[in-house]
T-cell receptor, first 109, second 113 residues
């Protein structure tokens, strides 16, 4: 069964610092996604990663994928308050998409 | 372009009542999904559909039924609501294939008392 684990589940950062969120999954997959969710809102798609070694960047966020290790990372560079949200990774295999529990990120001034 | 529309947005049910949640998409997407989101547990897949007339079970299908009679609509039914089904329900859709992300609806907040 496809299982997805994220860590940490809670992350409190100072503005300007760097940090990484990890996403491990249990079986081979077709695609890996990162989403952002603000409180009381729906999910916003951030990245879609397809192949081993894939790296995508948008602003202060960079996602990477290692399919051999079944690991994806979401790296935050020089965090700002606006990045405070919950971040989810999700893995898709044959149309069945499963989510990690999410990482609640709080960026403090 | 409305994207993914969920109705209703809020609902309170009494235990044992039934209801249907509607998800409609106008993007001609093949794949549609129903998730529930509970505090601290992320999103869990209830049922999904890979095309009109098809449905499949996800992680937590018990107590729910679905139908995909038209490509643009995916209905989620609760036959006899229980307090454990209090949750926020999200619908999502995708065209399928590589490099395509998912579009999520705004959610339905359901409370069963």
């Amino acid at each position: 069964e496809l299982k997805v684990e994220q860590n940490p589940l809670f992350l409190s950062m100072q503005e300007g610092k760097n940090y990484t969120i990890y996403c491990n999954y249990s079986t081979t997959s077709d695609r890996l996604y990162w989403y952002r969710q603000d409180p009381g809102k729906s999910l916003e798609s951030l990245f879609v990663l397809l192949s081993n070694g894939a790296v995508k960047q948008e602003g202060r966020l960079m996602a990477s994928l290692d399919t051999k290790a079944r690991l994806s990372t979401l790296h935050i560079t020089a965090a700002v308050h606006d990045l405070s949200a919950t971040y989810f990774c999700a893995v898709d295999k044959g149309g069945d998409m499963r989510f990690g529990a999410g990482t609640r990120l709080t960026v403090k001034p | 372009n409305a994207g993914v529309t969920q109705t209703p947005k809020f609902r309170v049910l009494k235990t044992g009542q039934s209801m249907t949640l509607l998800c409609a998409q106008d993007m001609n997407h093949e794949y549609m999904y129903w998730y529930r989101q509970d505090p601290g547990m992320g999103l869990r897949l209830i049922h999904y559909s890979v095309g009109e007339g098809t449905t499949a079970k996800g992680e937590v299908p018990d107590g729910y039924n679905v139908s995909r009679l038209k490509k643009q609509n995916f209905l989620l039914g609760l036959e006899s609501a229980a307090p454990s089904q209090t949750s926020v329900y999200f619908c999502a859709s995708t065209i399928g294939g590589a490099n395509y992300g998912y579009t999520f609806g705004s959610g339905t907040r359901l409370t069963v008392v």
